[in-house]
């Protein structure tokens, strides 16, 4: 045997028709209202697969209308997603795929759980566009994949359908290019594939040439795993591909002990912080050695999840209330050390944010605001008073032999004024309403690795209980009811006020705009603790509302008092670049790319690389191509994996294609086909590419990309153009043979 390689994996397999239904079991999640939350989410997956489609719809639409806080609402939206992509309902697959994104923060990387939705939603995503023959919007988001997550099986499979969208479009080099790569993109050196989360699906992947061999002679492929804590399970491997080299097996992982009835039952028993030895036997190797084993060891590690919950420890609180016990439910398997029930202490505080003036109102000339100040988010650190503080200790649930990895406990709530120092010696908590509690665990081990990784649980006092906690919680659920009731009625308007903008009627678009922000100041007013996204959405339809009836001092006022309050959200920016965009539209360039520079400051903001390139556009609108070449440039090199660093690339070639400096729009054009095969713009790239090579007398690197240009892309409206420069070219070639020929 040449070759024996054994790899792991620890992500799940999507095959292509990855939007099926497929049993699988996910770690518990990290956010609010989990365990009633994935009780829906399973009646509702359990109802689909029934095609009681109407009942499990509406159950999706519940968890996601009423647990906003909850990891399990971006499970809701992916098989939301599922659902439409098998109704062949494309466009809301696309809308509801879409809602992941909002798990991807500018500043924080993606990891465990939410790293796995994502990626299965951009993966989704692609096939979407590719079975609805949209390629060119499937390629940059596969793309995302391979560039960025090379190492998950997720990387296979968007390779597969990269191939399979240029297969579609007759690009037939590209498409064997792409889909000779599926199945490769693992590295068992990778560290980021040293830990597999307890509960997850183990994969193990075999390399070998004599697998082919054993196949044409019956022989099974199969491997040994065995933790640590004493499960023993033999796992059967199938080939990937066609010519059988390449197998992959797998095994569901499940919390508990070993014993002698679950051993060889095909589920691996683990515990938090166990170890996984998977070993596969090389029967002959290629110095004719015979029976080497192949090992490989990963660990078991648990993503610490805490929140506050009902007092059945299932469903979360919605708020606090003073007289009413806090109860608190941390989940880490990893501190599951033995049988017996372990204990840990967490600290809890009470906190309050210190308000400031909103400034005067009366502002409504953009330039006289200091923007820079108004959206540079530095203070908040120090907006925050601790009111007081405990160490709450927690229990492990569950009866003896305890295996849970579960722990809670409970905090005592006292009324207490905000002028008066608290006593912090005691296991009280002193709080006020509209206190913030915050809870706070360090999660040594877990899916990223063994670093410390902070962990937080937030709620809000929102009153005193009187006997009747249900009617108190009642009175929160009512005012979510009302503020979604006034997003839809102030949407509305704002849609009429669109079209009156639209018909010239200025009046009436400022009269049902005004309507509109009526109905969204209520909701800013609301003193209860409704979720937060809530209040995010009033505040930007109202700036929406307010740039419809072109009040645009109005709307800096607004992102000002809305960057104060939620200065980590992605929705300033989206304020800052409709302004700047505004000032474009009406040739104030300068401040336009004053604006957009404040984007590139904000450290959480999605849409620097959009930033960038609107600069060096508005740059090149205000004086010429040239100008604006640096910033094109900087966008190109800053953000490579961006939307927009092609088409600056493209800036760049056309650029030095008008001023005929052939030597550096050849190196760019190297470039662009390394770093953007699929880009929708290769065929202008690509006669580009003829013309320079021409120009600079290179006629067969000329002929070279004609060709390919009239292979790849037979449709293009360039490749007209291409079938009558490609003889002159053939004839210059033709020329330069015969002189050497002369010569000779």
Not at 64 to 86: C, T
Not at 215 to 232: C, F, P, W, Y
Request: include cysteine.
């Amino acid at each position: 045997m040449r070759t024996s390689l054994l790899i792991l994996l620890f992500t799940f397999l999507v095959t292509p028709h990855a939007f099926a239904e497929r049993p699988r079991r996910t770690r518990e999640s990290k956010s609010a209202g989990n365990f009633e939350a994935n009780r829906l989410l399973k009646k509702a997956k359990e109802l689909l697969m029934l095609k009681e489609y109407e009942r499990g719809m509406k159950m999706l639409q519940t968890i996601i209308n009423n647990y906003p806080a909850s990891i399990v609402k971006f499970k809701a939206w992916l098989e939301l997603g599922k659902h439409y992509l098998e109704t062949h309902k494309e466009e809301e697959a696309i809308r509801a795929f879409a809602q992941l994104k909002k798990l991807k923060t500018a500043d924080k990387e993606l990891k465990g759980q939410k790293l796995e939705l994502y990626l299965e939603a951009l993966y989704l995503t692609g096939v979407t566009y590719y079975r609805t023959r949209l390629y060119n919007s499937a390629f940059p988001v596969l793309r995302q994949i391979t560039r960025n997550f090379p190492n998950t099986i997720w990387a296979n499979q968007a390779y597969y359908y990269i191939g399979m969208c240029h297969f579609m479009q007759e690009n037939w080099n590209k498409a064997i290019e792409a889909l000779s790569l599926v199945g490769t993109f693992v590295d068992p050196t990778d560290e980021n594939i040293r830990y597999v989360e307890a509960g997850q699906r183990f994969y193990m992947k075999l390399l070998d040439d004599d697998f082919p061999i054993l196949n044409h002679l019956g022989r099974k492929i199969t491997a040994k795993v065995e933790t640590q804590s004493g499960d023993r399970e033999t796992v059967l491997c199938q080939a990937l591909s066609s010519k059988g080299k390449t197998h992959l097996g797998s095994i569901a992982t499940e919390i508990g002990t070993a014993n002698d009835k679950n051993k060889q039952d095909g589920l691996l028993q683990v515990l938090g912080g166990d170890v996984i030895t998977a070993t596969y036997v090389d029967d002959n190797t290629l110095d004719g050695t015979h029976n080497v084993l192949r090992q490989n060891v990963t660990r078991i590690v648990s993503s610490a999840s805490m929140d506050f919950t009902l007092g059945t420890f299932e469903g979360r609180a919605v708020a606090a209330f003073i007289g009413q016990p806090l109860f608190l439910l941390l989940k880490d398997a990893d501190l599951d050390k033995s049988e017996n029930a372990e204990t840990i202490s967490v600290k809890v505080i009470s906190r309050y944010k210190i308000e400031k003036e909103d400034g005067d109102s009366s502002a409504t000339d953009l330039q006289s605001i200091d923007i820079e100040q108004l959206f540079s988010g530095k203070e908040e650190k120090d907006e925050y008073v601790i009111h007081d503080e405990v160490m709450v200790e927690l229990k492990e649930l569950g009866k003896p032999p305890v295996r849970s990895g579960k722990l809670g406990g409970r905090a005592k709530l006292k009324k207490s004024s905000r002028s008066e120092a608290a006593d912090r010696t005691d296991d009280i908590l002193e709080c006020a309403v509209e206190d913030e509690i915050v809870a706070f665990y360090t999660d040594h081990l877990h899916i990223a690795g063994d670093f410390a990784r902070d962990v937080l649980a937030v709620t809000i006092v929102a009153g005193e209980i009187d006997g009747r906690p249900r009617a108190t919680q009642n009175v929160v659920f009512n005012a979510i009811i009302k503020a979604r009731k006034n997003l839809v009625e102030g949407r509305a308007y704002r849609e009429l006020g669109r079209i009156f903008s639209d018909m010239g009627l200025i009046d009436g678009a400022k009269e049902r705009c005004e309507e509109g922000i009526g109905k969204v100041d209520e909701i800013t007013r609301i003193q209860l603790p409704i979720p937060r996204d809530l209040k995010e959405k009033a505040y930007q339809l109202k700036w929406e509302l307010q740039m419809v009836m072109q009040d645009y001092g109005g709307a800096i006022q607004t992102c000002q008092i809305f960057n104060r309050l939620y200065p980590e959200s992605p929705l300033v920016d989206r304020a800052l670049k409709e302004i700047g965009m505004i000032h474009v539209a009406k040739e104030n360039f300068q401040q336009a790319i004053e604006i957009f520079q404040q984007i590139l400051k904000l450290t959480a903001s999605e849409i620097k690389a959009e930033a960038a390139f609107r600069i060096a556009e508005t740059v090149e609108k205000m004086k010429d191509l040239s100008a604006s070449i640096p910033a094109y440039k900087k966008c190109s090199t800053q953000y490579p994996d961006s939307e927009f660093a092609g088409p600056a690339l493209a800036k760049e070639i056309d650029y030095y294609y008008s001023t005929k400096d052939f030597i550096q729009a050849n190196e760019l054009l190297e470039q662009v086909f390394q770093d953007y095969p699929d880009a929708p713009f290769l065929d202008n790239m690509l006669i580009k590419w003829v013309l320079v090579a021409y120009r600079v007398g290179d006629y067969v690197k000329a002929q070279e990309k004609a060709k390919q240009l009239l292979f790849e892309y037979p449709s293009s409206p360039y490749a007209s153009k291409i079938k009558r420069i490609l003889p002159k070219i053939e004839k210059k070639l033709e020329k330069r043979k015969k002189k050497e020929g002369e010569k000779e």
